[in-house]
């Protein structure tokens, strides 16, 4: 059987974005409350009977949650223009060579009801 095992956390970021629509409020500096869930997928090992242990994913979410929270997200070192896109990608790069079941990578404001989710396809 195939497993699904995901993570939620938050961050708090400011930043800017030059849009083509709501460009005043955009452009100036502005702050969201942001959550990021990602999941790994697989078949649970038989020794530990987890797919990842959730520990290991917590601590390595945690170190890039310090990347992202309570940072201008503009300048933040590889992520580029603050979209929920680049925020999924570099959410992903941040676990690469984690896991090979790295699934899904997953931004969203609640409050705006705004979301991405980044589809990883399996390492073979």
Partial sequence: MMYEVSQRFYFDAAHTLNREIETAGSRRIHGHTYWAEVAVRGIPEPVTGMVVDSGLLKARLHEVRDRLDHHLLDEVPDLGPATLE???????????????????????????????????????
């Fill in 86 to 124: 680049n925020l999924c990608a570099f959410i992903a790069r941040g676990l690469d060579g984690f896991h090979p079941g790295l699934a899904t990578v997953k931004v969203w404001r609640e409050a705006n009801g705004d979301s991405c989710t980044l589809h990883l396809l399996p390492k073979l």
